[in-house]
């Protein structure tokens, strides 16, 4: 048999302020792209985002989860 993978995830968080969300991903994606290059992550299996809600409704943040092997 083959050397057994291991799968790792990664959870990241950003607040969302109205008028600078576009900011607010760029950052979260900088943070993403930093944790791979400083942790020798060689396969990215997967990259979901998922929005939190107040008791509203309304957006007021991103979890980014990040499933990986290294």
């Known amino acids: 048999m083959g050397e057994k993978k291991t799968w790792r ?3 990241f968080t950003s607040e969302l302020k109205i008028f600078h969300a576009m900011k607010e991903l ?3 994606d900088e943070q ?3 944790f791979i290059k400083e942790n020798g992550v060689k396969k ?6 998922t929005t939190t809600t107040d008791n509203t409704g309304a957006t007021m943040g991103l ?3 990040l499933a990986y092997q290294t």
Do not use: F, H
Not at 44 to 49: G, K, W
């Open 32 to 34: 993403v792209n930093q």
């Open 44 to 49: 990215v299996i997967s990259v979901s985002d």
């Open 9 to 11: 995830v990664k959870t």
């Open 26 to 28: 760029a950052t979260l």
């Open 63 to 65: 979890i980014r989860v």
